[in-house]
């Protein structure tokens, strides 16, 4: 039976946090009114439009959550 190491749990953390952020991402970006933006007819591309947002904020946000929590960390051990 294998033991799940320090490092391996921090990125199985690190891709939750990841996915969870991308869908909360995705699903406030459906609060937005992009129709006044996006042309009539082109819902392909207005659909890959939204998901690669989602995907670069929710990443974004995702890095800076597990970026906070690993500078806290850091900062007790020093203590």
Do not use: C
Not at 15 to 38: C, G
Not at 57 to 70: E, K, P, R
């Amino acid at each position: 039976m294998k033991v799940m190491t320090l490092s391996t749990l921090q990125e199985l953390i690190r891709l939750i946090s990841h996915i969870f952020f991308v869908l909360v991402a995705f699903w406030s970006l459906q609060a937005l009114r992009t129709d006044t933006f996006l042309k009539k007819y082109h819902v392909p591309q207005a659909r890959t439009l939204y998901v690669l947002l989602a995907i670069a904020i929710g990443y974004t946000a995702s890095n800076f959550f597990v970026d906070f929590i690993l500078s806290i960390q850091n900062v007790l051990f020093m203590l």
